[in-house]
């Protein structure tokens, strides 16, 4: 997705001190009746009816968990008295909800949602309201079970500010792995659609031509916090210019970026459509294809043979179609390629989780709304993808996309205290997602039945 259409396109410095400010002051939010805090202290006792500890791994039953000082302290079978672990630990009763690792999501864009005000808001929003903003945004995507998600496509200076706050316990939302992009003059990510003195004041600086400009893009996306770099490697729906969705980054730009980003230390991550783009993206040394609509037999050779992850973003293609063909807001350039890919994504998902590609879940919140995330498990699930496939894709798949395996994705002993609890069990019927009851996010309670 473009920024025009999220309201995540590029603003201008003049708002850094005044967000900073606003989130400096929000030190205390309340959601859910549960105030925000850095990551939990003491010791609350958990009793798990059923118990997803390990996703990919057969469920137990009657599970107590020990969460101390924000992690996994340890599990044990049955279930045990607080009082034995001290006249302080709180104890939470779920015995009769299904428990497992907080969701994930890796293609979120927490500043924005599409829909047909985003050009009004982009002139009339201040920096700090579309930062603040962003809070609301970020509580409802916490508040839905998603303790983690990975944002690649906003405005740095708010992206990183927000990523903090929630790390230093300021505001409550999900942690958040945050994305610089990268995009060449005139691609997807670039500012399009407007007058031209206004492309000029919005065009990103990360914006290039060339490897050896590309290189700089990227050394500069890190310079100011990126945690991931972001790429565009092809055309893209939302982007208001009738230059499709083929490939627009050519092959030795795509090398340089992510050899250099991969020298610091950062992944990449490939926003691609056609094949041809996919593919020059998976020779280049991607680590994961975002979208991957047109994804041919060579994509999936590359796939495997790169260990690069798909994710998905069913949810966004089910969005825009239901826009094109009920909103009219929708340029014509938008709508006809939202028509055509979004009706093609499921199809083709299918056939590439069925080759044995490697999937992580991903929405592409921003273009659906925020806090609806769960849908997309339903979408993969009636694409043919088990319902154990889909949690594994949610948590540890999306854990080690991320290189946090050794702290999230699973709820052993050491690793974060992240847990969400549904009353019904989604290996029955994945729409249990979809109706989450208790979130716990470095032991901290924000939500409980």
């Known amino acids: ?81 607080a009082e034995s672990f001290g006249d302080d630990a709180v104890l939470v009763d779920l015995r009769d909800h299904f428990v497992m690792p907080g969701m994930m999501d890796m293609h979120v864009h927490i500043q924005g949602e599409l829909g047909p005000a985003n050009d009004r808001d982009r002139l009339r929003l201040s920096d700090a309201d579309v930062g603040m903003r962003s809070v609301s945004y970020a509580g409802k995507t916490l508040m839905a079970g998603f303790t983690t998600v990975r944002d690649l496509g906003a405005e740095p200076t708010h992206l990183f500010a927000l990523r903090d706050a929630i790390a230093k316990g300021w505001v409550a939302g999900p942690r958040i792995v945050g994305a610089g992009n990268v995009t060449v003059t005139g691609g997807h990510g670039d500012v399009d659609g407007m007058r031209h003195d206004l492309l000029e004041l919005y065009t990103p600086k990360t914006a290039c031509d060339g490897p050896y400009d590309c290189r700089r893009a990227v050394r500069q996306a890190i310079k100011f916090g990126a945690d991931v770099i972001k790429i565009q490697s092809t055309g893209g729906v939302l982007s208001d210019t009738t230059t499709g969705t083929g490939q627009q980054v050519a092959d030795d730009e795509l090398k340089e970026i992510v050899t250099t980003a991969h020298a610091l230390g950062r992944k990449v991550a490939a926003h691609a459509h056609a094949a041809e783009g996919i593919n020059a993206a998976l020779r280049a040394g991607v680590d994961s294809i975002e979208h991957g609509s047109y994804a041919d037999a060579q994509s999936i050779r590359l796939f495997k043979e790169t260990g690069a992850y798909l994710v998905p973003t069913l949810l966004a293609g089910d969005t825009v179609v239901k826009m094109a063909e009920g909103s009219g807001f929708m340029p014509q350039a938008i709508r006809e390629k939202a028509l055509r890919v979004g009706n093609d994504m499921k199809g083709n998902f299918a056939k590439a989780f069925s080759a044995g590609v490697k999937v992580a879940f991903g929405t592409d919140s921003g273009v659906s709304r925020h806090g609806t995330n769960g849908q997309e498990a339903v979408l993969m699930n009636e694409a043919g993808m088990p319902a154990m496939d889909v949690l594994k894709s949610m948590t540890v798949n999306a854990a080690d996309l991320i290189d946090m395996s050794d702290s999230l994705g699973t709820l052993e002993p050491g690793k974060h205290a992240d847990i969400v609890a549904f009353a019904g069990d989604p290996l029955d019927d994945i729409r249990a997602v979809l109706a989450v009851n208790f979130v716990m996010k470095g032991g901290v309670i924000h939500k409980q039945p």
């Open 1 to 81: 997705m473009t920024w025009k259409q999220t309201v995540s396109a590029r603003y201008t410095m003049r708002g850094m001190a005044s967000l900073a400010a606003a989130l400096t002051a929000l030190t205390l939010v309340m959601l859910g009746g549960s105030a925000v805090l850095a990551e939990g202290g003491g010791v609350t006792v958990i009793h798990a009816g059923t118990l997803l500890d390990r996703p990919g791994e057969p469920p137990r039953s009657r599970q107590t968990l020990v969460v101390e000082n924000g992690r996994i302290r340890e599990r044990l079978e049955g279930y045990r008295d």
